[in-house]
């Protein structure tokens, strides 16, 4: 998954794309980068391995000068995690430098990809954007714009895009919306692009709108002009942005984050009710508004009994043997007055592999606590996402092979109620057929390469149960 950012129109657009990139750090952890487009029409790129804090400083920012800019951070979900792959991509093109930063996942890369190698096209990266790139350059149409639609009508999957040629900045988005894309503008006349509306607020820009399903925007010279859409096909927004990926203070997809969230918490407790039970609690961050929705449906009391350390970096040393297999324990550390002797509801937002969650309980329990409910806000993630969320193959997806009973007893708890699907539409809103639901239902809406990543159905053995 990936964050990304436009800018046009303002004398320091790669301060501006800085911040914005900032704000989208969740969305990618991997990797972050900036082109930035001088009046010449001159292209500096900045890009490394590791956060936005960690990759920019300032005189790099200081040597990306220009007033037009695009951003991306990245997690990779094809392609592996190197600095060849990091984005934006940019490349020389007959007019000008060609820049691009993709968030989604395109479902048919390796074809394209193996197609255009038999051509003779050579790859700098393994990333499925950088087909895109060697399309748009192959194209046999005259102006850059008809380049674009003619690489976009070969591509199939998810991809919202920022794109600079030349001085011009696009952004588009797949005609099936899988990824959001926002419009804001900035008080001085200038225009960004980001991922989500909190970009937006920390760039310091007003929402105009967001981009819909198959838009195709050009942004030149303080003007936004609509160019011709992309083939119509029926909208398919993902609906795990909202369960897990955005943030609760952005607007994606026409809805609040966070009313989601506080939605889907209060679907589950009216289908999954622990009664008798002391407290409810959130496996912080990404269930906290949902554990809310959950504790105001039910009646009962929020507690904080999960603390987590948000210093985490992406790689621990770990110090001593026993620190090794402590994982969850670097995360999350369990407030012990809130847990003895109590009966407790635990919130998550989703159960992926169930390692974690695993692992939470039995921090939970050794905190005190008597009865573990668990509860989790969407339904059971049955198969991979090719459409730029990371999940890991099928095999590891524990709701794939194992019923309820058998997670249950493997995450050791006294009881586990997952959210239906018709629960998280209710909770969605709108029009159920607007969403993408592939992981939990199975109802992919474009062709799957095979299922690349996951293999055959197989069944994985579950390590032995607590005592419940
Ligand atoms: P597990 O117990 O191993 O299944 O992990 C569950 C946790 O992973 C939940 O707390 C989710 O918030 C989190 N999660 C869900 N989807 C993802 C994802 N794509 N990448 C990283 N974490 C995720």
Same mark, same amino acid.
């Given at each position: ?11 320091? *657009? ?17 990797? *972050? ?19 936005? /804090? ?23 979900? =094809?392609?592996? /995690? ?22 989604? #996942? ?61 001085? =011009? ?36 820009? =007003? ?42 203070? /952005? ?39 949902? *554990? ?16 987590? #350390? ?22 999350? #550390? ?65 709701? /794939? ?68």
């Amino acid at each position: 998954m990936c964050g990304i950012i436009g800018v046009s129109g303002v004398p320091d *657009a790669s301060r501006v794309a800085y911040l914005g990139l900032y704000s989208l750090q969740h969305r990618g952890q991997e990797s *972050a980068g900036i082109v930035a487009v001088d009046p010449a029409g001159d292209a500096r790129l900045h890009r490394g391995m590791g956060l936005v /804090s960690d990759v920019f400083a300032e005189d790099v920012l200081a040597g990306l000068a220009g007033d037009v800019a695009i951003g991306h951070t990245r997690y990779s979900t =094809t392609g592996s /995690s190197v600095l060849a792959n990091a984005q934006p991509i940019l490349a020389n093109y007959r007019d000008g430098p060609l820049a691009l930063a993709h968030n989604g #996942n395109l479902t048919n890369a390796d074809p394209l990809r193996a197609d255009l190698v038999a051509k003779g096209s050579i790859f700098q990266t393994t990333s499925d954007s950088e087909v895109l790139i060697h399309l748009i350059a192959r194209s046999e149409a005259r102006e850059p714009e008809d380049q674009l639609l003619d690489a976009l009508e070969r591509v199939e999957g998810a991809y919202s895009l920022v794109v600079t040629v030349g001085r =011009t900045l696009y952004a588009i988005v797949d005609s099936r919306g899988f990824r959001p894309l926002w419009l804001g503008r900035l008080g001085n006349g200038g225009h960004v692009l980001a991922s989500e509306t909190c970009a937006l607020d920390l760039m310091g820009a =007003t929402p105009v709108r967001e981009i819909g399903p198959g838009e195709f925007l050009r942004i030149q010279d303080g003007e936004v002009d609509r160019l011709p859409s992309l083939p119509a096909k029926p909208a398919r927004r993902c609906i795990f942005e909202l369960v897990y990926f955005s943030r609760p203070d /952005s607007t994606i997809f026409g809805r609040s984050v966070d009313r989601v969230r506080r939605a889907l918490g209060r679907e589950l407790a009216r289908e999954h009710p622990a009664s008798g039970a002391d407290c409810v609690f959130s496996v912080p961050d990404s269930s906290n508004a949902m *554990a809310l929705g959950f504790a105001e449906e039910a009646g009962l009391k929020l507690e904080h009994a999960l603390i987590r #350390n948000h210093y985490v970096g992406r790689t621990f040393i770990n110090p001593t043997q026993a620190a090794r297999n402590a994982k969850v324990k670097i995360k999350f #550390n369990p407030v012990r007055e809130v847990l003895a002797g109590k009966n407790v509801v635990v919130v998550d937002d989703s159960l992926v592999r169930g390692t974690t969650s695993r692992e939470l309980v039995q921090m939970i329990r050794q905190a005190g606590a008597v009865e573990v409910h668990f509860r989790l806000a969407s339904a059971p993630i049955t198969g991979p996402c090719y459409y730029g969320i990371d999940t890991p193959t099928r095999s590891e997806l524990i709701a /794939s092979s194992h019923s309820v009973e058998e997670i249950r007893r493997h995450l050791g708890v006294d009881t586990l109620g997952y959210l239906s699907l018709a629960g998280m539409r209710r909770a969605a809103g709108g029009d159920p057929a607007e969403f993408c639901d592939a992981c939990f239902s199975g109802d992919y809406p474009t062709a799957i390469p095979g299922d690349v990543r996951g293999g055959a159905r197989q069944l994985v053995p579950l390590q032995p149960a607590l005592p419940v």
